[in-house]
């Protein structure tokens, strides 16, 4: 099993439309969570940290469930822009801050 | 340009033949690290430096791959003999040991034929 899991997608949606990812963790080492977006053969950018409390910016509402093991990301009002494929991501905080990435899902966001 | 810089940006090379590629990262960052990400998949570790000590190794390194970080600065990863297996976006990222604001290169695209 991986260490983080997401639904690759892809997920279609019209242009407005709100959307949700979301994705499981196993490795309880992982003590802070992330999303990045990644565009079509360009590197991953950090779009936004995940806390338990919830975090929002913008558009973009993030919240992790460490009880479930359960992280998610909506996305209000999508844009055009918004299509990128979003990748969960753990970071162990023992042994060098290594990231682990989920395999990403895609977004498509259609006129 | 303040940022991660990697060269090549792509590298074409047959089945057998050795590569290398460099990762210079942001100057006042004393770890660095290497992921590899191929198609559908998200980047996996393969390994890390603090200043010019290499202090993780994935097991996805195999003997074909050496990582040099000499003088603490820029990295270089070398790939012996390679395998379409090979065929991969290499990541360099370079960080601060106290923070966790991890900084990408453009990556290198490298196609074994």
């Known amino acids: 099993r991986k260490e983080v899991e997401q639904d690759p997608g892809p997920f279609n949606v019209p242009e407005g439309a709100t959307v949700a990812f979301n994705c499981t963790y196993s490795n309880s080492a992982s003590q802070s969570f992330f999303w990045y977006r990644q565009d079509c053969r360009k590197e991953p950018k950090l779009l936004m940290s995940?806390?338990?409390s919830g975090n929002e910016d913008g558009r973009f509402t993030a919240q992790l469930n460490r009880a479930s093991q359960y992280i998610s990301l909506l996305i209000r009002d999508s844009k055009l822009s918004d299509s990128a494929t979003y990748l969960c991501?753990?970071?162990?905080?023992?042994?060098?801050?290594?990231?682990?990435f989920g395999t990403g899902t895609q977004l498509k966001v259609e006129l | 340009d303040t940022g991660v810089s990697q060269d090549p940006r792509h590298k074409i090379t047959k089945r057998g033949q050795n590569v290398t590629f460099r990762c210079d990262p942001i100057s006042e960052h004393n770890r660095l690290y290497w992921y590899r990400q191929t198609l559908g998949q998200g980047p996996e570790f393969l390994t890390y430096?603090?200043?010019?000590?290499?202090?993780?190794k994935s097991r996805l390194l195999s003997d074909r791959f050496s990582a040099e970080r000499p003088k603490g600065s820029f990295s270089t990863l070398e790939i012996q003999r390679t395998e379409q297996g090979d065929s991969a976006m290499y990541l360099c990222a370079s960080s601060l040991v106290q923070g966790y604001g991890y900084t990408f290169g453009s990556g290198t695209r490298l196609t074994v034929v």
């Open positions: 995940v806390y338990s």
């Open positions: 430096f603090q200043n010019e000590a290499q202090l993780e």
């Open positions: 991501v753990g970071l162990s905080r023992g042994g060098g801050n290594k990231l682990t």
